[in-house]
């Protein structure tokens, strides 16, 4: 039994690890959709076109930074539901 919950402990401290460091690197990827965001609504209440250019590279980097996140929680690849 003793080696047995050596063993557990070994694995807990590595699977504690990883889901840190996946926390970590999707923590980081929200942070930064959340302050593109943050600009994208100042520009809407601003009255900024939403065809214009800056807006829809504004639009393009928050849609890359939610797929970020994605592939940083979604470590199997199976995506969906």
Do not use: C, H, P
């Amino acid at each position: 039994m003793i080696d047995f919950d050596k063993s557990w402990t070994t694995y807990e401290q590595s699977y504690v690890s990883e889901l840190m460091v996946i926390e970590n690197d999707a923590r980081r990827f929200i942070f930064e959709a959340i302050e593109i965001e943050e600009q994208i609504a100042e520009m809407d209440t601003q009255g900024i076109e939403k065809d214009a250019i800056e807006y829809a590279e504004m639009r393009t980097d928050f849609l890359s930074k939610l797929g970020a996140v994605n592939s940083v929680a979604n470590t199997e690849g199976k995506g969906g539901s």
